[in-house]
């Protein structure tokens, strides 16, 4: 078995191949002043691989997948294994208009014609319960990063009170407050638009707090740059920032700072600064445990 890398996440894709005791090499992307992407893979290729590679600003790197998969197989990989630990193209799980595409089944029916098996960390999933629903053939393994955030928030901050932006976030919340016998709460949101919406506090005490907002991702951050001046407004001490996915899109790191938010932590299952938690030992736990 050999684990193969992109530059774009070669950090955590040799930190991956470390913890499965894995060879790690790279694959090479070119692109074209037009856009296309000639793909280099390393030769030659055993017959298991695990790919890593996490599938933010996907577009390019849905094409790239294909282009890699189909290599390897020819040159014959008879297993394959995507460890992606963000998963794109998983909200829209529903046509809301006529003539919309469902992409997360379109785009998990790709993924299961190129991969034995994938795994990914917190999918954002609402109207499924199980990732295998997305993904229809071969494994599909969901992991939480919630179990290390919890471990995280117990070395950093002292008897934190925990708030999820939103209904979506509450899983996630209730999953890292509940074991830790923290205190947590649930906003509620009004979505105006893709950069613009209204969320309302429940009726808490939050006078001199320390709050963490948590969820499992964070795009453009207006959810929580709204919940967190209402926390402002509300006396909070502090309020710091822990999601699983920073996405982190038009500079929203800086307008959450600005909004009042001390610290911003995340996994790295995106690459940015505020990576503080390595998935390396969840991913290589799933990996170990998938059918032979």
């Not at 046509?95 to 999918?123: M, N, R, W, Y």
Request: glycine share 6%.
């Amino acid at each position: 078995m050999m684990l193969l890398g992109c530059h774009d996440y070669e950090a955590q894709g040799r930190r991956l191949a470390d913890a499965l005791g894995l060879p790690f090499a790279l694959v090479e992307i070119h692109r074209f002043p037009d856009g296309e992407s000639k793909v280099t893979l390393p030769a030659p290729l055993p017959e298991q691989v695990v790919l890593c590679r996490s599938l933010d600003q996907p577009n390019d790197k849905l094409v790239e997948l294909m282009l890699i998969a189909r290599t390897a197989r020819a040159m014959g990989a008879r297993r394959i294994i995507l460890v992606a630990p963000y998963l794109c193209y998983m909200r829209q799980d529903i046509a809301f208009h006529a003539g919309e595409a469902v992409s997360q089944k379109v785009v998990g029916a790709f993924l299961a014609e190129l991969f034995d098996a994938v795994i990914t960390v917190d999918p954002h999933l609402h109207r499924i319960e199980r990732l295998e629903q997305a993904i229809p053939r071969g494994e599909a393994v969901a992991l939480t990063a919630a179990p290390a955030m919890i471990e995280f928030l117990a070395q950093h901050v002292q008897a934190p009170m925990l708030i999820g932006p939103d209904a979506e976030s509450e899983q996630w919340v209730r999953a890292m407050a509940e074991p830790a016998g923290l205190d947590y709460a649930v906003a509620t949101k009004e979505r105006l638009g893709d950069r613009s919406v209204r969320t309302k506090l429940p009726e808490r005490d939050y006078q001199d707090r320390t709050i963490v907002l948590v969820d499992d991702m964070a795009s453009t951050g207006r959810t929580l740059i709204a919940v967190a001046s209402q926390l402002k407004f509300r006396g909070a001490a502090a309020i710091h920032c822990l999601v699983t996915h920073a996405l982190f899109a038009d500079n929203a790191t800086h307008q959450l700072h600005e909004a009042g938010i001390e610290q911003i932590w995340s996994t790295d299952s995106i690459s940015h600064p505020s990576n503080v938690i390595h998935l390396a030992p969840l991913l290589a736990d799933a990996v170990r445990g998938l059918k032979s």
